[in-house]
């Protein structure tokens, strides 16, 4: 009787094993496949847009435009302006089309960063975006040449009263809508999604809407670009972690 228990318990354990190893992937596979949905956003997805990823490695690559630098520090993007600079920007190596919406979450380093994110930026009707050489990135010539949408938060340093949406070059300096409440701050990370789906705009800060609008002759094509601005006495300086780009 004592053999059979013996020989059972042990019949046990070795069939135990491979359930057990088979539980441990079922788990470590669905924890995965958790992960990877972190941060998405299901509605889009559910639309039929596709998402694009960006680590800070595949960040850094993107052109750069002005006097600026930047540089990994805890998987996160530091992104900041230097002396003398009239604005840094990053600029998407694609062209994308109509319907286009960037995420990321952002930590402002310095109280007079004004945070940018452009939407259809180009040079020509197929979406191109070119740049004189030697651009230093400033504003000018992207407002009276470019074609592009212009979402800007943490603006209190160019004393404007919240965030705004404009379109360039017309109506230009004259936004389409705008709010009257600063919503990002210098303490924490901020969750930022800046969108257009065919003639609807829109600007979130932490999946709340801050302003939206709508483009009767909307701009359909050109790169998406990010850029920090600070003032002619402060320089900009930013985090950025878990950029997403989302096309339809």
Known sequence: MLDMVSLSMNNLRITSVPILAGLLILCF???????????????????GYSVEKFSPKQLKKWETYGEGKLAINHD???????E????????SPKIYGENVVISYDVLVLRAASVLVTDL??????DGKLEFPKNYDGNVKHMFSSLNLYMMIAHNAAHNKSGPFIRRYPLPGNYPLVESKKHVISTDRYF????????????????DHTIVETEDPNP??????????????HEIA????KNIKIYKK
């Open 76 to 82: 996160q993007l530091v992104m900041s302006e230097i």
């Open 29 to 47: 596979s669905t924890f995965c496949q958790a992960e990877d949905q972190v941060g998405l956003n299901t509605s889009l997805i559910n639309k």
């Open 84 to 91: 003398g600079s009239k604005g840094f920007m990053i600029v």
């Open 120 to 125: 259809a930026v180009s040079s020509s009707l």
């Open 237 to 240: 300086s930013v985090l950025l």
């Open 219 to 232: 701009h359909n094509k050109g790169k998406v670009i990010i850029r920090v601005r600070g003032t002619a």
């Open 191 to 206: 969750h930022v999604e800046a969108g257009k789906e065919q003639t609807r705009l829109w600007y979130k800060i932490n």
